[in-house]
């Protein structure tokens, strides 16, 4: 089945520095990669939608300069969260678009998640 | 009005209870629709698509209402480890995006 690994799993780093998390899809091409944000006991919140090649469609909310998202090659997205503080502790989850196969319409997997802790 | 909506439980079952969540979708034109399960602090993980004419995966069935605007999620003989967030996402493929619900938690109990 399809795979999405993301790297790393967790992650604690000091204010002010900047963080890159990697999201790969590992069997298939990926155009389009989402990133997600999950607050403890919250639901999923869409950050970004990334697509190769081109800029990355931030919802609403959501800084462009402080979650940087590159989408350089049709199997890996990056999320860079730059000068990171303590509010942006998180869990960073991405995830990637299947197209068609065996299942009906479009199927999105998910990597396994990053913790990023700020201190 | 939210395009995904559920209700965020908990909903607390026995075990080998039968257990059903409902979603609503407020966009006609969405064309893709899943479940999908969470459990603590991990991704979330593909459980069934939803197709037109409904579908069953063992213990789980799925259903679709478009009249409504609802999926379905039906948990038969309910086990511990069914225990966990479900998740109902739905597609509109005319824009590209996938909508999640906030998550229902099922707590099933011995």
């Known amino acids: 089945g399809a795979v999405v690994s993301q790297h790393p799993s967790w992650v604690i780093c000091k204010s002010g520095t900047s963080v890159k998390i990697e999201c790969r899809s590992l069997d298939f091409q990926a155009t389009t990669m989402f990133w997600y944000r999950q607050f403890p006991k919250q639901s999923l919140m869409l950050m970004a939608t990334?697509?190769?090649?081109?800029?990355?469609?931030?919802e609403q909310g959501v800084e462009k300069d402080k979650f940087l998202i590159n989408h350089a090659s049709l199997t890996l997205s990056t999320l860079t969260v730059t000068s990171a503080h303590p509010e942006d502790s998180s869990f960073y989850i991405c995830s990637a678009e299947a197209l068609g196969r065996r299942y009906y319409g479009n199927t999105i997997y998910f990597g396994e998640g990053s913790w990023l802790t700020v201190v | 009005r939210k395009e995904v909506e559920q209700d965020p439980g908990p909903f607390n079952v026995p075990e080998g209870a039968t257990v059903a969540f409902n979603c609503t979708y407020s966009?006609?034109?969405?064309?893709?629709f899943f479940w999908y399960r969470q459990d603590c602090r991990k991704e979330p993980k593909l459980l069934m698509s939803?197709?037109?004419s409904g579908n069953e995966d063992g213990r789980f069935t799925a259903q679709l209402n478009r009249a409504s605007q609802y999926i379905s999620l039906l948990i038969r003989d309910s086990k511990l480890s069914d225990s966990a967030t479900y998740l109902c996402?739905?597609?509109?493929?005319?824009?590209?995006?996938?909508?999640f619900g906030s998550g229902t938690k099922l707590n099933v109990k011995p």
């Open positions: 966009n006609s034109a969405s064309q893709s």
């Open positions: 939803v197709y037109s």
């Open positions: 990334s697509n190769e090649g081109s800029k990355a469609t931030y």
């Open positions: 996402v739905v597609n509109s493929n005319n824009f590209n995006k996938f909508y």
